[in-house]
């Protein structure tokens, strides 16, 4: 398959989950109250940080090198991984349970069902790389398409049922991950093979280089939801859980491109100066939609999820500008991850996290949900300088 052909159908992929999330999102937004709203969102977002940080570095491994050589070793060590995760998650659910300890506005119950989560979501981020490293594409779109639908049907048949309790809900997300493990488990099967030892070290060094990266850009996309509401509203984060899909919604094809492009840039010699052609096609596309959906989003934000909701249009603007910039930045870190500059890696993702969270800390007091919005604006462009800073010093072979 072409790159191109590659990169459309992820792009298509992901905007189909979108279609399928809007649909269970205006289902919550009008069987929810704002701060219940912004619970789950909260709840949802902080399951899968801790997941991604379970598969902090050897995600990222997985789509260089599962196409190559050490593939069997890169899917036998992500089943490991997360079979150790699950033995860490699990106890500390029941624990949770018997002990009867509420979080971030759950119940007991509600809180051991959302830890119980976590292994699956490892699971599926790790398993869904490793087909993309593999360029197996259309079984990738399967599960990732078919994890989101399975919950919006979970959410569909408790809101027609009259259950909308948020440990129901919380059982519906856990049901879609539930699919999204049988479709991968299934797909690869027979694949994964216990590795040599030099096999194994490769694996875990490629891991471990990537985890700080991995671990501080999950930080900078997960902790302004929780921020906005340790701060003080879980309204506010309400609104920014209906802004932020839309704006990701924009980031798809950039997002697809990175995924599409690490593999194809670790795997060949190309021009010296592709990357920042490659950065630059995808950021124009990407301006082009910003410009519409900052126009359509005070229309359709309180068309799909009611006038409670009216003020993210704003959250959108507001985001809007760091989105395009990042467009260009993730093109950019793909190349930067495969000739290995980490340093520059690591010092763009810091300076976000950085950068986004003093700029909360001082806003979102004053102006809640709206200083998250140009806090998150704040980081993605602090990211993309260095990420440029970096690739214009690179090694001129590289």
């Known amino acids: ?42 709840s949802i977002t902080l399951v ?6 379970g598969a902090a570095g050897l995600e990222t491994a ?4 599962a196409g190559g050589s050490d593939g069997a070793a890169v899917l ?3 089943i490991r991984r997360s079979a150790v995760v699950a033995g860490i998650a699990v106890p500390v659910a029941l624990m949770l349970l018997v002990f009867q300890v509420p979080l971030v506005g759950l119940r007991p119950l509600e809180v051991a069902i959302a830890v119980a989560a976590i292994p699956l979501v490892v699971l599926s981020q790790l398993l869904s790389n490793c087909l993309l490293g593999m360029r197996r594409y259309r079984i990738w779109t399967i599960a990732t398409v078919g994890t989101v639908a399975a919950y919006v049907v979970g959410i569909a048949g408790l809101t027609i049922a009259g259950v909308t309790s948020l440990g129901a809900y919380l059982t519906a997300f856990v049901l879609g991950y539930v699919f999204s493990a049988m479709v991968l488990l299934g797909s690869l099967r027979g694949r994964a093979r216990r590795p040599s030892r030099d096999a194994a070290t490769r694996v875990a060094t490629s891991a471990r280089r990537m985890t700080a990266i991995t671990l501080l850009q999950i930080l900078f996309l997960r902790i302004h939801a929780p921020l906005v509401q340790a701060l003080g509203s879980s309204g506010a984060a309400g609104l920014l859980a209906v802004a932020t899909p839309l704006v990701d919604a924009l980031l798809f094809l950039p997002v697809a491109a990175g995924l599409v492009l690490l593999p194809r840039y670790s795997a060949q ?8 052609r490659d950065a630059l096609r995808v950021t124009l596309i990407t301006a082009f939609g910003a410009l519409a959906l900052g126009l359509l989003a005070p229309i359709v934000v309180p068309f799909l999820y009611g006038a ?22 993730r093109v950019l870190q793909s190349h930067l991850l495969a000739i290995e500059s980490y340093g520059t890696l690591i010092l763009g993702s810091l300076l976000a996290v ?37 690739y214009a010093r690179r090694p001129q072979h590289a």
């Open 308 to 329: 409670d909701y009216a003020e993210a249009s704003t959250l959108v603007q507001l985001i809007l500008p760091g989105a395009v910039a990042f467009a260009l930045a």
């Open 1 to 42: 398959m072409s790159t191109a052909h590659a990169i459309g159908l992820v792009t298509i992929s992901r905007f189909g989950t979108l279609g399928v999330s809007l649909v269970g999102g205006v289902l919550l937004a009008r069987s929810l109250d704002v701060p219940a709203r912004g619970v789950l969102s909260v």
């Open 76 to 78: 036998y060590t992500s």
């Open 48 to 53: 899968s940080l801790l997941a991604s940080v």
């Open 354 to 390: 950085t950068l986004s969270v003093v700029v909360q800390l001082f806003l979102s007091p004053h102006l809640g949900a709206t200083g998250a919005a140009i806090a998150i604006t704040a980081g993605y462009i602090t990211m993309t300088v260095t990420f440029c800073v970096g």
């Open 62 to 65: 997985a789509l260089r090198s």
């Open 269 to 276: 010699n190309i021009a010296p100066a592709r990357p920042l």
